[in-house]
């Protein structure tokens, strides 16, 4: 069983930066890819971002250039650097796990954390 703890919400003005981390304990798979999802009130769960075990990454086109997915040498540690913040990027981040590869659709994942709220002030 994979354990996922996110960290590193909070709130920012429109513009500025957060870093999110998310570190996984337990039974993690030698081929584990990591990723985060968000989720505003009202909206379905969608995906952000995802980086495999080799550092392959993946980017939803609403976030492509400001947002950067990164994981540590160990592979059980995830980053999400989160620059030029807009007030629409403001949601619940939740950090996923599968074994194998990246999926946008959420249902494929297999691990969750239990989310980080992100606010953007305008």
């Known amino acids: 069983q994979v354990q996922l703890v996110e960290s590193g919400g909070g709130l920012v003005q429109a513009g500025g930066s957060l870093r999110l981390s998310c570190a996984a304990s337990g039974r993690t798979p030698s081929i584990y890819a990591m990723g985060w999802f968000r989720q505003a009130p009202g909206k379905e769960r969608e995906f952000v971002a995802g980086?495999?075990?080799?550092?392959?990454?993946s980017y939803s086109d609403s976030v492509k250039g400001r947002f950067t997915i990164s994981r540590d040498n160990a592979k059980t540690t995830v980053y999400l650097q989160m620059d030029s913040l807009k007030p629409e990027d403001a949601a619940v981040y939740y950090c996923?796990?599968?074994?194998?590869?990246?999926?946008?659709?959420?249902?494929?994942?297999?691990?969750w954390g239990q989310g980080t709220q992100v606010t953007v002030s305008s």
């Open positions: 996923a796990g599968r074994s194998g590869g990246i999926w946008e659709r959420a249902t494929y994942w297999e691990n």
């Open positions: 980086i495999t075990w080799n550092r392959l990454t």
